[in-house]
């Protein structure tokens, strides 16, 4: 389990997280019918955001998800490419889930646990570190921020029967956070007793006797509900730093029997020379993936004199560029790759091709390209000399840029 860095105000203690994301509302609206959290914003889903919220905070090594049943195959699918995750089955209620979340980390026992809302997309860093600075063995940690409007107390009908003194009320958020054992404990007795009203997590641990602290969240921690606050989040991710890097790469031929391109091995009258397997579309998209943050080159990271990556597969190093990137708060949005070469064809390989490239970056099928061109004869590549591939990629960083 990962010790947490010592930082102004943050105690050295473990920690693990919790995102509930079982729920079937569909309260989100039409043409969607399906949960919420599975709802596309900026062509990923509401939960994927949340995860990755998470995981770029640094503060978790393990995260459980909790879904439902029939959405636990889609899920490690969309979630394989973070390190760190686990997945548990949600019950009929939420306080069901979380029990269902806190009993998968039984065994890992972090001190201090973080419970996130899977419909909250855009939680801050500071917001959970503030969040594991309050936590204490009887005290539970809430994010939360004033209410500035009037409230109005409105019957069925719609009239306003009173306004309510907003002094002392504020909006709850989450991750809400807690000693382990603590709310773990709470949860057992609970659903002992048959308590399964629960819907809010300092609730349980409020009624098993638990102090909360309220500490302060953020106005752009909002929960998506209703169709307007999709509507708005979306509006909010086209203000975005967008980046887009370009990568060239090109290895000569050899005599041999195969080359590995995009990942994938195809029958050859000759073969690419290279310190690695020489797959020359791989890593013109690694320098693409590590141009958007700066982060040099794959030279910088894979020095042709280092000996362990001699023969290497071609894949290891796209994932580090994309590890790379999600460090930097950064999220793929495209990579495309140009494959130049008179020779083997490419096309009857392109659906394998993007395949791959698809699990290495984590994108969706409809978000990956592989062309390919020939030099019409000209040139070393037109007398079959060697292979080029050139490569673009699109990452997102958010308003602020890359870390």
């Known amino acids: 389990m990962i010790i947490l860095p010592a930082e102004p105000?943050?105690?050295?203690?473990?920690?693990?997280?919790?995102?509930?994301?079982?729920?079937?509302?569909?309260?989100?609206?039409?043409?969607?019918?399906?949960p919420k959290q599975f709802r596309l914003l900026a062509g990923r889903p509401v939960l994927e955001h949340a995860v990755a919220r998470l995981v770029e905070s640094g503060f978790f090594a393990t995260i459980v998800?909790?879904?439902?049943?029939?959405?636990?195959?889609?899920?490690?699918?969309?979630?394989?490419?973070?390190?760190?995750?686990?997945?548990?089955?949600?019950?009929?209620t939420r306080q069901q889930s979380v029990f269902a979340g806190l009993d998968r980390l039984r065994d890992a026992a972090p001190e201090v646990v973080l419970i996130h809302d899977a419909a909250r997309p855009f939680v801050d860093r500071d917001t959970i570190g503030r969040v594991i600075a309050a936590i204490e063995p009887r005290l539970a940690a809430l994010p939360g921020s004033a209410i500035a409007d009037t409230l109005k107390r409105v019957d069925a009908a719609g009239r306003?029967?009173?306004?309510?003194?907003?002094?002392?009320?504020?909006?709850a958020q989450t991750p809400q956070g807690f000693d382990f054992r603590t709310i773990l404990a709470a949860h057992e007795r609970a659903a002992a007793e048959g308590r399964h009203d629960f819907t809010d997590d300092t609730a349980v641990a409020e009624w098993a006797g638990c102090a909360v602290r309220l500490v302060e969240g953020s106005p752009d921690n909002v929960k998506l509900t209703y169709p307007g606050d999709f509507e708005r989040a979306e509006a909010r991710l086209r203000m975005i730093d967008v980046r887009t890097g370009n990568g060239y790469d090109v290895h000569q031929l050899v005599p041999g029997d195969h080359v590995t391109l995009c990942g994938v091995r195809i029958a050859h009258d000759g073969a690419l020379s290279g310190h690695s397997d020489a797959d020359v579309g791989l890593h013109a998209l690694?320098?693409?993936?590590?141009?958007?943050?700066?982060?040099?080159?794959?030279?910088?990271?894979?020095?042709?004199?280092?000996?362990?990556?001699?023969?290497?597969?071609?894949?290891?190093?796209?994932?580090?560029?994309?590890?790379?990137?999600?460090?930097?708060?950064g999220r793929i949005c495209n990579v495309d790759v140009t494959l130049i070469a008179e020779a083997p064809k490419i096309m009857p390989h392109r659906d394998a091709m993007c395949a791959a490239l698809a699990e290495m970056t984590g994108l969706d099928a409809g978000r990956v390209s592989v062309k390919a061109t020939t030099n019409e004869g000209i040139g070393f590549i037109g007398r079959r000399e060697g292979i080029a591939a050139i490569a673009t990629a699109s990452v997102s960083y958010g308003e602020a840029g890359p870390r």
């Open 9 to 34: 105000g943050l105690p050295r203690r473990s920690a693990a997280a919790i995102v509930v994301a079982a729920g079937r509302g569909l309260r989100a609206g039409p043409p969607f019918d399906e």
């Open 65 to 92: 998800v909790v879904v439902h049943p029939d959405d636990l195959d889609r899920t490690r699918q969309l979630l394989s490419v973070y390190d760190g995750i686990d997945f548990a089955l949600g019950g009929a």
């Open 160 to 171: 306003v029967q009173a306004t309510v003194d907003r002094t002392g009320i504020h909006g």
């Open 286 to 329: 690694t320098d693409a993936l590590l141009a958007t943050c700066g982060a040099g080159d794959i030279g910088t990271h894979f020095p042709p004199t280092d000996e362990r990556w001699r023969g290497a597969a071609s894949h290891i190093f796209v994932r580090h560029a994309v590890s790379i990137v999600r460090e930097n708060g």
